[in-house]
């Protein structure tokens, strides 16, 4: 399907009662949803072990900063 299509698709399934801003907000959504896919296609992703030892980091970090 071709980027106009998805999009033609998409709004036929969408209530003909919501405003501009709701089906503004339905394609970003969908914007961001295919550049996460496209992440886990290309491998740019982590596994919950890699996110807990960074997130460790960054709180260690923040610590420094802070004192």
């Not at 969408?14 to 295919?34: A, N, T």
């Not at 496209?38 to 980091?57: F, H, I, L, N, P």
């Amino acid at each position: 399907m071709t980027a106009k299509e998805i999009v033609y698709d998409r709004l036929g399934r969408i209530s003909d009662h919501v405003s501009l801003e709701e089906i503004r907000d339905e394609l970003l959504l969908m914007i961001e949803l295919e550049k996460s896919m496209e992440d886990v296609r290309a491998g740019r992703v982590y596994t919950q072990e890699q996110v807990e030892e960074m997130s460790k980091s960054w709180i260690n970090e923040a610590r420094i900063v802070v004192r």
